[in-house]
């Protein structure tokens, strides 16, 4: 048994000590986590606490190993992220944007103004106030920056001193995740809301407000367009669908631009609601005819894009209605339904619904690829090359007026608007991005516990004794207020004044504290990544205003 012995003696660290530590840690945690209470529970969240009690009973790891384990599943966590909500982002902020990032900067501002209160009469020393507003707002990156503020623009501070915002950081964190979920659980409850229906109404929102496309058959029956072809057709272009099929006489025939049409012919159309009904007002009205449904030599099929060579081309330049004969009507990317127009991008992982004979959708399926296997097999190296120049956008020093030291986006911040270009970029060259969502739900799930376990154990060391002695139940008590003021303020007038959809909230609450296990729980409270959505929408703006404000404040001592 000595063996045994030595393996888990935290003064005998091995790597196998680390990786045995760290997988019981979150085996721990999880079991934790998966613990209900009233429905509720603390999911993925309870591999902090499990790292806590491992931190507390003295089973650690190097300084080295926690720094590296925990900042490398940070990354993965957030970069993940960014690659699921990347192609959605654009137009979530273009719909929700300028609210929600109002919003979460009101949090940010409301827990500056506490804690300087809080440092100024509430007898707290400003180092470990601003430990408190990194802890309480769950935000390491904002106490690095106050760190290193401290450190170099500063001769004036004792050692003690210099410890306070790690120390009081330790204390306010666990708190600070606990207490956005309470806030979420305490809006739920007060406006009775149901988690799962608002979910839906979500999911119904965003399918309504990406134009959904649907089908349509049309009659000609305006004498002013007989006798036009396709191309001819007064304000075609403008439109955003596609006319697949024709029913002319008694035969079904795909559609070309060349196709000239004639009273009584029946067209079937692909597009948007909106350009449906004004296509019907332009040429004629709306038929019971299913061309679908009639006899003919034409199928529908999809074909899902794995090709290199495919990828990253227009519609237009793949030109398969003039090489094929063959009509695509509509792009799935993710969850949205894009119109094929002929400059719309190819990406890999697209599924294009193609029209026309089966031996030509044969031979389209073999040059676009269609291959399942490859979806499942994720390229590897386009990983590592967006998580590579997150880091580099992470560490780029960013110099701003009256701020001594440079502000850095952090290996959050960075990988995370990175993966949000590089998602909605799709390809560069030979590397594609996409990445599966079973594999971007195992990195993203790997890379959360990762980072939790590695927080708990460095903080559990100090945890007890800093509470049991000294202003640590004071100091925890000045961090709940401010966590859980700014975060009730704002989430009753989001919910309150503007009606916002809880899942909309929820996304909100958690980025406007840069918190991923908050985040974690939220998704599995409405059973729906939808969170992520209004998360990674505000969570740039924060990461900076928070980082930012760390170090103003430690200005505001400093000039004190």
């Not at 000239?260 to 159309?269: I, N, S």
Request: hydrophobic letters at 50%; glycine letters at 10%.
């Amino acid at each position: 048994m000595d063996w045994l012995v030595a393996l888990i003696d935290s003064n005998n660290v091995t790597v196998a000590h680390s990786v045995l530590v760290l997988c019981l840690v979150t085996a721990l945690g999880l079991a934790l986590g998966s613990i209900r209470i009233g429905g509720v529970g603390l999911g993925t969240a309870g591999v902090l606490f499990s790292g806590l009690l491992f931190g507390h009973l003295g089973i650690g790891l190097p300084k080295e190993v926690l720094e590296f384990v925990r900042e490398f599943g940070l990354i993965l966590f957030v970069y993940t992220i960014g690659m699921q909500v990347g192609p959605g982002f654009l137009e979530a902020f273009k719909k929700h944007g300028l609210l929600l990032n109002s919003l979460a900067a009101a949090v940010v501002l409301l827990g500056v103004g506490i804690t300087l209160l809080i440092s100024l009469y509430g007898g707290v020393p400003l180092p470990a106030a601003v430990g408190l507003f990194s802890g309480a707002t769950t935000n390491t990156p904002s106490l690095a920056a106050a760190q290193q503020a401290l450190t170099e623009a500063s001769t004036a501070l004792t050692p003690l001193q210099l410890k306070m915002p790690g120390m009081a950081y330790a204390v306010a964190y666990p708190f600070g995740i606990m207490g956005i979920i309470l806030t979420m659980l305490l809006i739920r409850f007060m406006f009775r809301i149901n988690p799962l229906r608002d979910a839906q109404r979500f999911i119904r929102e965003q399918r309504k407000s990406a134009k959904t496309l649907q089908n349509l058959n049309v009659e000609v029956t305006n004498s002013n367009v007989a006798g036009l072809t396709i191309a001819e057709l007064p304000f075609i272009t403008d439109l955003n669908l596609v006319i697949s099929r024709i029913l002319h006489g008694a035969h079904v025939e795909l559609v070309t631009d060349d196709t000239r049409l004639e009273l009584g012919d029946v067209l079937h159309a692909v597009g948007a609601q909106e350009d449906l009904k004004k296509f019907v007002i332009l040429v004629g009205q709306e038929t019971e005819t299913d061309l679908k449904t009639l006899p003919t030599e034409l199928i529908a099929r999809p074909i899902v894009v794995t090709r290199r060579a495919a990828a990253a081309q227009t519609i237009g330049e793949l030109n398969l209605l003039q090489r094929h004969n063959v009509q695509v009507t509509r792009v799935t990317r993710g969850d949205v339904q894009l119109t094929p127009r002929p400059d719309l991008h190819v990406q890999f992982g697209d599924i294009l619904l193609v029209v026309g004979e089966p031996h030509a959708l044969d031979i389209c399926a073999k040059e676009l690829g269609n291959s399942l296997r490859e979806l499942n097999f994720p390229q590897v190296v386009p990983i590592f090359v967006g998580i590579a120049l997150g880091v580099v956008l992470g560490s780029y020093p960013m110099f701003l007026p009256s701020i001594p030291a440079p502000v850095k986006l952090g290996m959050a911040g960075g990988p995370l608007i990175v993966a949000l270009l590089l998602s909605k970029i799709g390809n560069v060259g030979r590397l594609n991005w996409y990445l599966h969502p079973s594999s971007n739900f195992i990195l993203r799930e790997l890379g959360i516990i990762l980072f939790l376990a590695c927080v708990g154990i460095h903080g559990g060391d100090r945890f007890v004794s800093t509470l049991t002695h000294g202003d640590g139940l004071y100091w925890m008590a000045m961090a709940s207020i401010i966590t859980l003021a700014p975060l009730l303020i704002v989430g009753l007038i989001g919910r309150g004044f503007f009606k916002l959809n809880y899942t909309i909230l929820c996304g909100l609450l958690a980025g406007s504290m840069t918190d991923p296990p908050a985040l974690a729980f939220a998704t599995a409270a409405v059973r729906s990544d939808a969170p992520n959505v209004s998360y990674s929408t505000v969570y740039p703006l924060v990461m900076i205003l928070r980082i930012i404000a760390a170090q103003v404040m430690v200005l505001v001592f400093l000039n004190g």
